[in-house]
């Protein structure tokens, strides 16, 4: 079974500042996808960022930038020029892209981010 | 992509009481997903609903406490039975497109 470990319940950073979210996960597989998902107040979770695991080269979204080393097993999300309207909770989840896989998310338990002004 | 409207999007109801969750997708999709997300917490899967047969669920839920409908492929049903104080959370539904998970708005249930 696949497992997905965020060590940081907490962080916050300034305005403007650029902040990293950890992430590292466990899997015997060799085809998946991993997320970013953004939850804020309003509870709808907003996909920030996906990487392939097949693919080498990171993913990049704007401001949004991963960290992706596949045989650490780690896949941290990098924020710049942090606004005010990322703060939320995110999580970190996995997906099965193997033949019999239902296309379930496994989540990390989250991080809380605040953005000070 | 895909649109999922999940409604009621909150709800106060008595202990011992029931509450039916309700998503629709504007597409067809082969499974559904409904999570449930504790107060402060992360999201666990609760059940895979596939049209056409039972749901299957996760360690720790069963089918008399969550009974899950699919009756077409752009519907699904969630139940909470018989509820207690501890089942207050966020209950989510998703599905899942080729690249990418898509969620519901979230239903906040409270039992009191």
């Known amino acids: 079974a696949q497992t997905v470990t965020q060590s940081q319940p907490e962080m916050s950073v300034q305005e403007a500042e650029t902040v990293t979210l950890s992430c590292t996960y466990d899997?015997?597989?060799?085809?998946?996808?991993l997320f970013w998902y953004k939850q804020p107040p309003s509870r709808q979770m907003i996909l920030v960022i996906r990487?392939?695991?097949?693919?080498?080269q990171n993913a990049t979204e704007n401001r949004f930038s991963v960290n992706f080393q596949k045989a650490a097993k780690s896949f941290s999300l990098k924020i710049s020029d942090s606004q005010l309207g990322d703060t939320a909770m995110y999580f970190c989840?996995?997906?099965?892209?193997?033949?019999?896989?239902?296309?379930?998310?496994?989540f990390g338990k989250g991080t809380k981010l605040t953005v000070n002004p | 992509s895909a649109v999922i409207s999940q409604k009621p999007s909150r709800d106060i109801c008595q202990r011992g009481t029931s509450l039916t969750i309700q998503c629709q997708v504007d597409?067809?999709?082969?499974?559904m997903f409904w999570y449930r997300q504790q107060p402060g917490q992360s999201l666990t899967l609760i059940a895979t609903?596939?049209?056409?047969?039972?749901?299957?669920?996760e360690s720790g839920f069963v089918i008399d406490k969550f009974p899950i409908s699919r009756p077409n492929l752009t519907f699904s049903t969630l139940t909470v039975s018989n509820m207690s104080p501890e089942d207050s959370s966020i209950y989510l539904c998703?599905?899942?497109?080729?690249?990418?998970?898509?969620f519901g708005q979230g239903t906040r249930l409270t039992v009191v």
């Open positions: 609903a596939n049209q056409g047969s039972e749901a299957t669920y």
């Open positions: 989840a996995f997906m099965s892209r193997s033949w019999e896989a239902s296309e379930k998310l496994v």
């Open positions: 597409s067809q999709v082969t499974m």
């Open positions: 899997t015997s597989e060799s085809n998946y996808y």
């Open positions: 998703s599905v899942s497109g080729n690249t990418e998970a898509f």
């Open positions: 990487q392939e695991a097949y693919k080498q």
